[in-house]
């Protein structure tokens, strides 16, 4: 793990996401809004001494980032907080297929198609690391950090170019898991929406090492530049 060189953590809290009252321990999770200074409900969360988690791994290199979706543990106390740990896992990462207007506003938002998922992207809204609304291209790879509306959709608080190559690539996306197969252990597969993902029954951290129909999943992967995505040993539930 790595240390955070961050003193402050802003954070924007999410509707229904925060838990922890004043005085007490818990997990607030939200959007960082400042890397100095930091507000959430009331509250700035010293990081000074906090463990860094990116994607459940120990990412040297890496940095928090405003515009990241965020889960803090920690203490607060009215208007202070000290954060344990503060971890991040992207909602979507791999090759933009199309970009196509918003049907609201169109002259600055954007919808994105990433692994047959809907990517919305704002300028002024969305934060860009490496690229920008008006550059961002099909074809380019990108780690995007978000929520999801009432349509499924993600909408993008953050979004980081990390190729400009988009195949092999290595990506990640959350879903609902439908049609399970497990006929073949070592072959088994399920679709999060058309896409295809293969994995080994037993090979997974998954309770009884696979999901289960229903699940909502965060797969890490090989994609074959097409339907399918291979995520053997990578793969979790995500948290409510």
């Not at 980032?65 to 971890?87: H, L, N, P, Q």
Request: aromatic share 6%; net charge negative; charged share 15%.
């Amino acid at each position: 793990m790595i240390r955070s060189l961050t003193t402050l953590l802003g954070i924007a809290c999410l509707a229904v996401a925060c838990s922890g009252g004043i005085g007490g321990s818990g997990i607030t999770r939200g959007v960082i809004t400042a890397t100095g200074s930091a507000t959430v409900a009331g509250t700035e969360f010293d990081t000074s001494t906090a463990t860094l988690v990116f994607d459940g791994d120990d990412m040297s290199g890496r940095s928090l980032e405003i515009g990241m979706k965020v889960r803090v543990t920690g203490t607060r106390t009215f208007d202070t907080g000290t954060a344990s740990e503060v971890a991040f896992d992207d909602d979507i990462e791999g090759p933009v297929a199309a970009i196509a207007p918003h049907a609201t506003n169109p002259s600055i938002k954007s919808d994105l198609t990433i692994l047959d998922q809907t990517v919305v992207i704002e300028d002024g809204y969305t934060v860009f690391d490496g690229t920008t609304f008006a550059t961002l291209a099909q074809g380019d790879v990108v780690e995007v950090s978000g929520f999801r509306n009432g349509s499924g959709e993600i909408v993008a608080t953050w979004l980081r170019l990390v190729s400009t190559n988009p195949a092999p690539v290595a990506v990640s996306l959350q879903g609902t898991v439908a049609s399970l197969d497990t006929s073949t252990p070592a072959e088994a597969s399920f679709q999060l929406g058309a896409i295809l993902v293969r994995f080994a029954v037993g090979t997974t951290p998954l309770p009884d090492g696979t999901p289960k129909n229903g699940d909502f999943v965060h797969v890490n992967g090989s994609f074959d530049g097409a339907t399918t995505v291979d995520a053997r040993m990578a793969m979790d539930l995500v948290e409510g």
